[in-house]
């Protein structure tokens, strides 16, 4: 074998080692990061968007704004929790299949390890006074983390009085008529779709 073979196939390996290792390391970025997300989010899937958006956005620069709001809509739209929603998409879109198991499996195990162990106590402080008064002030804390997103996707995304009519529409479908959120999702899909060929319609004529 001639010497600029040997060379080139030296490179050939060097170059796939390389691409494994840059793979591994995507894949436990996405493991570390969704293990921190889940780990420190207490109050469910709208509590982890800051969070989420600090790290996918800001630091890893995985997505913009934009796509972190799809991200958001489309985790909300599917049928599951949306924590996990968002893990396995962001997952996909970066790594594949198997970015989407590593996301997945981190965003998971913190609150498989962590509801483990509090169901364990639980049993023998169950009726403390002082554990009850402790989950009544996380409660009333998670309720504030929660109206905090809301403030902040309602700035990101109600911009115009489209999309005020939709907001307020699904709030009171929800809220007051105890319409199915899947119902209020289809119908928002269709209203913005019905939207933008009326304007497309508009702005032709004109």
């Not at 793979?23 to 420190?40: H, P």
């Not at 599917?78 to 997952?91: I, Q, R």
């Amino acid at each position: 074998m001639k010497k600029e073979e040997r060379a080139q196939i030296h490179t050939e390996q060097q170059t796939v080692k390389e691409g494994h290792a840059q793979r591994g390391a995507l894949l436990w970025q996405l493991f570390a990061s969704f293990f921190k997300i889940g780990l420190f989010t207490i109050g469910g899937g709208l509590a982890m968007i800051p969070l989420l958006e600090r790290i996918a956005v800001k630091e890893k620069k995985w997505f913009d704004e934009e796509e972190m709001m799809d991200c958001l809509a489309l985790s909300q739209s599917l049928p599951g929790v949306v924590a996990v929603n968002m893990a396995t998409y962001t997952g996909k879109r970066k790594g594949g299949f198997a970015g989407a198991l590593a996301a997945t499996l981190g965003v998971i195990l913190p609150s498989f390890l962590i509801i483990i162990l509090i169901a364990n106590i639980l049993l023998h402080v169950g009726d403390n006074p002082y554990v009850a008064g402790a989950f009544t002030g996380i409660k009333a804390g998670v309720c504030g983390m929660i109206l905090s997103t809301v403030i902040r996707l309602g700035k990101k995304n109600l911009k115009d009085a489209f999309g005020w009519i939709i907001a307020l529409a699904a709030f009171i479908l929800i809220a007051f008529l105890g319409v199915s959120a899947v119902w209020v999702i289809l119908g928002a899909a269709v209203c913005g779709i019905v939207w933008v060929l009326l304007r497309k319609k508009t702005e032709g004529g004109a």
